[in-house]
Every structure is written in C-alpha cells, then in structure tokens.
C-alpha cells in the first residue's frame, strides 16, 4: 500500500499568519494518465471530513482561495496564506491513483 | 444539497455481525460510484469498500483487511448503500462513514456523512 506521511503532526498557528502542510508518498502518485490524485481533507471537530482540494491543487466548491495545494511526483503542499479561527482541525492528505486509496495521519492545525 | 445519512451501528461482540445503512438524497444515487471509509484512532483514516453502477453489473472492491468478511451492496430503488460485516474484529471498532466520489473514475471522496459509530467489543 502506499503511505502518505505528512509533517507537522502539529502546526501551531496565530490567526491571520500562513501555514503550509507537507505530504509525501511511498510511491509516484502520477497515474498511467497523466494526472495526480492527490488530494486534501479537512475534519473539523466532531465532524467527518470534508474535501478541500483535489488532484494536487483544484479548490473543490466553496473552499476560499486562501487554500492552495502544489507538488508533483512524491511531495505535496497545502498552504493557508491567513489562517481564520474556521481553518482549525486536522488536516489529511489522501491518494487515489493505486488501490487501496490510503491517507496520511494527520496535520492538526491550532491556535499558537 | 447532497446528503448521506448513515445507521445500523452499535456495539458488538468479536465474531458477531452487523450491518451498515446509508440513506443518500440529493443526486441521481443510481448514477454514482459509492464507497465506505472508516476512522479509529490506531489507525486513523482507512478506505474499506467500494460498489460501482449496475451497468458494470455491481462491481465491488475491498481493502484488504475487510475481504471475505465484509460485503458492500446497494438497493438503486432506495438511494441506500448497506454494509454487511461479518466476523467483527476489535480492531474494525471506528466510526463507518458513507461516502459518494466526486464522480465516477473521480476518486476523490466528495461528500461524506456524519458517521456510524461501530464498537466490537467483548
């Protein structure tokens, strides 16, 4: 299986600064193709996820452009350019391009 | 609005069975790929199982971990996808989520419900 291993497992943050969360895989997730699926979840607390960004770097509906999501081959970004109070969760980075689909742990993002 | 609505979970014990229900509304349920996903904290986020259209005569596909113990099915009629699990394990304790792809051979999950939270315990 592929493993996704994502850095911080913590990222204190104060509001109004830009964080940025890394992802690598195991493997290439550059499907036969020619895309990435590579994509990134947020889960609030006491909720279930929720999809923030799609093969690599397309913000999903309704999700401000203050997400941004780059990489290619092994190493992926997820940048908040100004974390707001509504931003903080945790943060997984997902792949779906080999079976069985795998996810990261987990970034979580909290008040500094 | 999409909306899936999981239930059928509960506490159970190891060997036992139980099974999952998700009511979706808000799509053409038949004209989607459905997939389970499950949560624990020992081993975090962890897709399970997947059923595809009745024009690919049902498909199914499941992790590993779950094969030969759980089935996926769907009842088009009903917009439900179930989750038949059989010879529970401790380590299948997690909340069960229901999940709907963006689209087809879009395997990114989308939408999500709020859970099933499943407990195999003695």
């Known amino acids: 299986d592929v493993v996704m291993t994502q850095t911080p497992l913590s990222l204190p943050v104060s509001l109004g600064d830009q964080a940025s969360i890394s992802c690598r895989s195991s493997q290439s997730l550059v499907h036969s193709s020619g895309n990435t699926y590579l994509h990134w979840y947020l889960q609030k607390p006491g909720q279930s996820p929720k999809l923030l960004i799609y093969?690599?770097?397309n913000r999903f509906s309704g999700v401000p452009d203050r997400f941004s999501g780059s990489g290619s081959g092994t190493y992926f970004t997820l940048k908040i350019s100004r974390v707001e109070a509504e931003d903080l969760g945790v943060y997984f980075c997902?792949?779906?391009?080999?079976?069985?689909?795998?996810f990261g742990s987990g970034t979580k993002l909290e008040i500094k | 609005e999409v909306k899936l609505e999981e239930s059928g979970g509960g506490l159970v014990q190891p060997g036992g069975s139980m099974k999952l229900s998700c009511v979706a509304s808000?799509?053409?349920?038949?004209?989607?790929?459905m997939n389970w996903v499950r949560q624990s904290p020992e081993k975090g986020l962890e897709w399970v199982a997947e059923?595809?259209?009745?024009?690919?005569?049902?498909?199914?596909h499941y992790a590993e971990s779950v094969k030969g113990r759980f089935t996926i099915s769907r009842d088009d009629s009903k917009s439900s996808v179930y989750l038949q699990m059989n010879n529970l394990r401790a380590e299948d304790t997690g909340i069960y989520y229901c999940t709907r792809p963006y689209g087809n051979y879009a395997l990114w999950f989308a939408y999500w419900g709020q859970g099933t939270l499943v407990t195999v315990s003695a």
């Open positions: 059923i595809r259209l009745k024009s690919n005569n049902y498909a199914t």
């Open positions: 997902s792949q779906s391009t080999h079976v069985p689909f795998t």
């Open positions: 808000g799509f053409t349920f038949s004209n989607y790929w």
């Open positions: 093969k690599v770097s």
